[in-house]
């Protein structure tokens, strides 16, 4: 089955040349123009992926996302304009998995869309498998479910993807470039996605995310899991 792409863009031009694009790399596409039916088709139809213009008439994109995010965890790549640091860092802020800078290439929007959708599974290929514990922090590869305690946690793709690799190396610091490229595949990037990234994970995993115990700052270095539960 193809992989379902909702594309929330106003401008006619670049929705046709992006649908496009996308179409052709065997991915189904559903094309709207504004936030609210954007929202509205998203909640409706459970598309893969969501790309999603932040400048949408009626609800902009960082709307809708939070709203999506609030209900759902369908993945949301945002399409922001260039320079628009704010923007990138509230869209992820309210838990978009990508973003990408107007004007882009549309065959590295393609290549961006299916990355998200490798993460997730969706398309072929094989899972990663296997279940990680710390303490009452339990990871699931396979289910891509995390449960701290009774309690089953809202994670985005990529915040997913970073808990599992920093659970997969307990102990090592790993600076912002490095996890930019084991867990986003990017060779270069804003490294300030990083750092949003890590603060989200810690609101939502540690007890205190003022202090956290678990993902450790190592100043002028990186990051640092340190389990609760020495491995």
């Known amino acids: ?13 670049i929705a046709e040349v992006v649908a496009r694009y996308l179409e ?46 609030a209900r759902t965890s369908i993945p949301v790549l945002l399409l922001t304009a260039l320079g628009s640091e704010g923007d990138r860092v509230a869209g992820l802020e309210q838990g978009a998995d990508d973003y990408l800078t107007k004007p882009f ?56 993807d970073l808990l599992a690799f920093l659970m997969d190396n307990p102990g090592l610091v790993h600076d912002r470039k490095t996890l930019l490229a084991q867990v986003w595949g990017w060779d270069f990037g804003d490294q300030s996605t990083v750092t949003v990234h ?17 993902i450790l700052t190592v100043w002028g270095s990186g990051y640092r899991y340190q389990p609760l539960v020495p491995v």
């Open 1 to 13: 089955m193809q992989p379902r792409i909702l594309l929330a863009e106003d401008d006619p031009v």
């Open 24 to 69: 052709h790399d065997g991915l189904a596409v559903d094309r709207v123009s504004d936030g609210p039916t954007a929202l509205h088709r998203a909640l409706a139809t459970a598309p893969d992926l969501v790309v999603l213009d932040i400048m949408l008439p009626g609800m902009n994109g960082l709307e809708v996302c939070r709203r999506l995010r």
């Open 105 to 160: 290439s549309p065959r590295e929007l393609v290549l961006r869309v299916r990355a998200v959708l490798r993460r997730v599974g969706g398309v072929a290929g094989a899972r990663s498998t296997g279940v990680l514990h710390d303490g009452d922090l339990r990871l699931d590869r396979g289910a891509r479910k995390v449960t701290l305690g009774p309690q089953d946690l809202d994670l985005t793709t990529r915040e997913f």
């Open 198 to 214: 890590v603060r989200r994970l810690r609101a939502k995993i540690e007890h205190d995310a003022a202090d956290p115990r678990r």
